[in-house]
């Protein structure tokens, strides 16, 4: 990783659905090969904040690297309204990623988690399990069904797929037994349930966990979250310790 922060030339950025936008980057040779599924870069919005925000790589092609991401407040509003040709200051790529070893592997992910999965799926031949909102918010589906061997998908209102959250095909899926392991990203809800699921079936799962975050770098303690390993429970910092997490590791609040 760069110690410092790069400027990165967007190259596009484009509506994907409701509220969700892509960026394309051109990005440099170090930058690209560090670039791994889960990781994210830290990005200078400077609309509203000196803080940066931190996105997940979406997926990577020739020498580029797509972000997607949700408007939520100031931050992602002015990210959204990049154009071709502007830069973004950006740090990184930050944090662990996902493990990629052993399989077969399912992919399961809800709303925007969707996005750093699909740099799982084009790393790897995986299953995935999607669930949105609506058909309105969903994105990357044609990505998925191309990259993933059986990619299914759902929303909560029915007008997409079939009506059910993405953690009821989450357990058909486990039901039918064969995978070793998950990979999920999504709502703290969700990846709550799904971690008690993946559990009842003794399947290991690897969690993308979302945290408000400072320096991004391990230094300031604002991402902080409880975890136990080896029996005692401390603290890891999201941003260096993960983003991902075993979700046996991570602890749950109800
Ligand atoms: C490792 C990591 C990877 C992420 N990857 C993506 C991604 O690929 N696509 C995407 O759309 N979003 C992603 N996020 C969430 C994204 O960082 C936040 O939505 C963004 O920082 C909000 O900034 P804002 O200025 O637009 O909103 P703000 O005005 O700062 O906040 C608006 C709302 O978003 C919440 N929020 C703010 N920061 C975060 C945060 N870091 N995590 C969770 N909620 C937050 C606030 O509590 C508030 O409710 C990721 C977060 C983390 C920690
Ligand atoms: S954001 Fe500063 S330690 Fe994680």
């Known amino acids: 990783m760069k110690s410092g922060s790069v400027f990165c030339e967007v190259e596009e ?3 994907l659905a409701e509220n969700v936008f ?21 990005i200078l919005c400077p609309e509203g904040s000196l803080l940066r925000r931190p996105i997940s790589i979406c997926q990577t092609q020739g020498d580029m690297l797509r972000l997607v991401f949700e408007v939520k407040g100031e931050g992602t509003r002015w990210l959204s309204r990049r154009r071709r040709g502007d830069s973004l200051d950006i740090l990184g790529p930050l944090g662990s990623g996902f493990d990629l070893s052993g399989g077969p592997l399912l992919l399961a992910g809800g709303g925007i988690g969707a996005a750093p999965l699909l740099f799982c799926a084009q790393m790897k031949r995986c299953d995935a399990v999607l ?10 589906l044609s990505e998925f069904a191309s ?7 759902s929303s909560d209102d029915g007008s997409l797929g079939r009506r059910a959250y993405v953690t009821e095909l989450l357990e058909e899926r486990l039901r039918s037994g064969g995978y070793k392991g998950v990979l999920a990203c999504g709502p703290e809800p969700m990846l709550r349930i799904a971690a008690g ?5 003794s399947v290991p799962l690897q969690v993308s966990l979302e945290q408000r975050m400072g320096c991004g770098v391990g230094a300031c303690l ?12 401390g603290y890891a910092r999201v ?11 991570v602890v749950w609040d109800d």
């Open 222 to 233: 604002v991402c902080s979250c409880r975890i136990v390993k080896d029996n005692r429970e």
């Open 22 to 42: 892509s960026i394309w980057l051109k990005a440099d040779r170090e930058i690209l090969a560090a670039a791994q599924p889960g990781r994210f870069l830290h």
């Open 131 to 140: 669930g949105f909102a609506s058909g309105q918010k969903a994105v990357l």
């Open 147 to 153: 990259a993933c061997d059986g990619a299914e998908f």
């Open 13 to 15: 950025c484009s509506g």
């Open 197 to 201: 699921l993946c559990r009842d079936y």
């Open 239 to 249: 941003c260096r310790d993960g983003p991902v997490f075993r979700a046996s590791e």
